[in-house]
């Protein structure tokens, strides 16, 4: 069907115009009509229009001047508004030939009616017409809007979809993958495909930044009108719809490429979620990799064949991602649901994590999800890589996603280069991904962790509590006993370096009591507490505690800080 709106000429054919003439800009009678207004003022400005406007004038308040009215003239060219109609008779008599000079040169019809006529009776049917034509298209949207995605659940979806957006809007279409080869509906001679296609990628080069969600890019190539329309989903764009044009794109085309652009990404993010499950099941080798259970080179190069000499000095991190659903609190979100949910992570992750040159080796199991990710040859660093990642999906899971119910954190292991010692990074991953409740942040590097290193291999043995207990165990048994909170003072006091200034104030408390509080310390732990050695072995004992118990400094006044 023909999606453009009505014209000037469409108008023409009414009723109420069959006394009107076109004295002026025949040659713009095809220019398309978006409202129609009565304007009796020569004192015009830019706010009063939007453009695509018929204005309706008898002259009442203009001056015969023809300079005034040439004047005005140019105003309306320059407001975009599409023609005017001129009641000749009491007010003006005749048109000036300067404006209709005027109105030929830029090809803007200019319309007079020789007998008198009721401006309400023309804005009334005009209106009415172009509200009508208005609810047509949108009926006629929402029937190919369902045809689109009928399409998608067919053989060759992709072709059929582009087929009937070219039939809907009758000009030009243009897939243009990101990988793959492009398809012209309807072909065209290889010449002109490819003048064109090298046009479209240059211009690509300056929508890096373009994503699904945004506006429509539109751009000239010589006297046609480009449109480029992403399509993909998650932050990622997989290809461009380019509609190709003799006129400026309409309201209709826009939204018709938008359908057909949303149709074709869950197209293929539908493939990508199959391809996804297939992955995922075909890499349960992942997860004897990262347990040690491979044990030589003849298992690894039978696994990952040609690949396997390509990277086997690949340097990579092994990433754990750790997945609550809130909903499974009130036990509303089905297993199905959540396993959904999960392989539509898994599959954020693969999409992120090879964006930014990491080749992404994945296995999931429940709630975790692990990721070996190595480092593919890129400009930028590594470990600044695995930042854009992880903040690339935390703005996604956000902003895209829009699930509230889903939250995560990850541990980062240290870079390795041989992949039999991936079970090292996988465990220190483990072990950064465990101080979530300690660090209150989603992403940790183990390599960031300082002395919590030694102390998270400690924690699930008796050493660790035998440690805190011979240098803590006095002071814990007092604050339990008697709530002296000497716990907070010491730690605060060694935090500002034997500041009593600075430990008081952050305590808010007065000098004296912090006084009284440090002779009870000494008394219980000994004099030397402020010794190099023993004041170490304080902050160790200390830290080591509140890793066992993250929230015991959280309720201290002033707020605490992790150390």
């Not at 854009?388 to 703005?395: A, G, L």
């Not at 305590?507 to 010794?531: P, T």
Request: contains cysteine; aromatic residues 10%.
């Amino acid at each position: 069907m023909n999606t453009d709106s009505i014209t000037v000429n469409d108008v023409l054919q009414r009723t109420l115009f069959r006394n009107a003439r076109v004295v002026g800009g025949k040659n713009g009678i095809n220019r398309r009509l978006r409202w129609v207004h009565v304007l009796e003022n020569l004192n015009i400005d830019k706010t009063m229009f939007r453009g695509g406007e018929m204005i309706l004038t008898s002259g009442v308040g203009f001056q015969s001047e023809a300079t005034l009215l040439v004047a005005y003239l140019q105003k309306l060219m320059e407001f975009n508004v599409v023609c005017l109609c001129i009641e000749l008779g009491q007010y003006i008599q005749t048109i000036p030939d300067e404006m209709i000079e005027w109105a030929n040169r830029y090809h803007f019809p200019l319309i007079v009616f020789t007998e008198k006529v009721r401006f309400v009776d023309i804005s009334h049917d005009i209106n009415s017409l172009l509200i009508n034509r208005h609810y047509e298209k949108l009926q006629d949207l929402e029937r190919v809007s369902r045809e689109f995605h009928r399409m998608t659940l067919t053989s060759q979806g992709i072709n059929k979809v582009l087929k009937l957006l070219y039939n809907f809007t009758n000009v030009q279409v243009l897939y243009l993958p990101i990988h793959g080869h492009p398809i012209f509906v309807p072909s065209l001679q290889a010449n002109n495909q490819q003048e064109l296609l090298d046009f479209c990628r240059e211009r690509l080069n300056d929508l890096t930044a373009l994503i699904p969600d945004q506006p429509t890019y539109q751009c000239k190539f010589k006297d046609k009108t480009l449109l480029f329309q992403p399509v993909g989903a998650m932050g990622q764009t997989w290809a461009y719809i380019v509609l190709i044009s003799d006129h400026e794109p309409n309201q209709y085309e826009y939204k018709v490429v938008d359908s057909a652009s949303i149709s074709i990404s869950q197209d293929l993010l539908r493939k990508q979620y199959i391809e996804e499950r297939k992955l995922l099941a075909e890499n349960v080798w992942v997860d004897d990799l990262v347990h040690n259970r491979i044990k030589n080179e003849d298992e690894f190069r039978s696994i990952l064949g040609s690949s396997y000499l390509k990277h086997r000095k690949t340097p990579y991190h092994v990433c754990v991602i750790e997945i609550d659903h809130k909903d499974d609190l009130d036990h509303k979100t089905s297993a199905e649901a959540i396993e959904t949910s999960q392989f539509h992570f898994s599959l954020l992750l693969r999409f992120t994590f090879e964006k930014n040159d990491f080749l992404p080796l994945i296995t999931m199991k429940k709630n975790r999800i692990v990721v070996v990710a190595l480092s593919l040859i890129s400009p930028l660093p590594l470990k600044e890589r695995l930042q854009r990642v992880f903040d690339s999906i935390q703005k996604i899971n956000e902003v895209d996603l829009k699930t509230g119910a889903l939250q995560y954190r990850m541990g980062v292991g240290q870079s390795y280069i041989d992949l039999k010692k991936a079970y090292l990074s996988y465990q220190e991953a483990i072990n950064a991904v465990s101080l979530y409740s300690f660090y209150k942040k989603p992403i940790i590097y183990y390599d960031e962790i300082g002395v919590l290193q030694l102390l998270t291999n400690l924690r699930e043995r008796k050493a660790l509590e035998s440690f805190i207990n011979s240098y803590l165990g006095p002071l814990i048994e007092e604050d339990q006993s008697k709530g002296s909170k000497l716990l907070y003072t010491l730690k605060f006091y060694l935090d500002f370096n034997g500041s009593k200034q600075l430990a008081a104030q952050h305590l808010f408390i007065v000098r004296q009591s912090l006084y009284y509080r440090l002779e009870k310390i000494r008394e219980l732990i000994g004099e030397d507490f402020m010794s190099s050695e023993k004041r170490l072995a304080l902050q160790v004992a200390l830290l080591g505690y509140q890793l066992l118990h993250p929230d015991i400094f959280s309720a201290t006044p002033g707020g605490s800080e992790s150390f």
